[in-house]
């Protein structure tokens, strides 16, 4: 009986290493994209908790305030970007995963349509030498 061999054995191999070098680049880009957005909840947090200043101030103490307020809006702004460019990486992570995951899954497929042949095929060979057998005792049983 022939042993099952599967001629696209090797490309199955390199589709499953690109689908999962796809997933985690898809992970990284997944977890870089939650530190954005962390980032950009924690600026946006102390942006909220600057407190205006109470009572009488020295025109020091409003330049003070005005310039950590254009810090922190500028920290605001930079994170949103950042996580902007986090999201549009994520995108095109799942975009790249999807389409690895899709090419290694037809070739499992394959393999499977394949495998299912081999075994219909060893079936009906060991079934045609069971006959065969069978058939040649029974002209030997007879021509005694």
């Known amino acids: 009986m022939k042993r099952f061999t599967f001629r696209l054995a090797t490309v199955q191999r390199i589709r499953a290493l690109e689908e999962r070098l796809a997933r985690e680049r898809l992970i990284a880009a997944s977890s870089e994209r939650r530190r954005a ?13 600057m407190m205006p200043s109470s009572g009488t101030a020295t ?40 389409a690895a995951n899709k090419r290694a899954q037809v070739l499992e497929r394959l393999e499977q349509h394949s495998r299912a042949q081999w075994r219909e095929e060893t079936a009906r060979d060991e079934q045609s030498t ?15």
């Open 130 to 144: 069971s006959d065969d057998l069978v058939n040649a005792r029974f002209l030997l049983e007879g021509a005694q």
């Open 59 to 98: 025109m020091h103490e409003f330049l003070w305030l005005d310039h950590q307020r254009e810090r922190l809006n500028e920290s605001l702004r930079l994170s949103e970007a950042r996580l902007a460019v986090a999201h549009d990486a994520v995108n095109e992570a799942r975009a790249a995963w999807t």
């Open 37 to 49: 957005e962390s980032l950009r909840a924690d600026a946006h947090q102390a942006l909220r908790e």
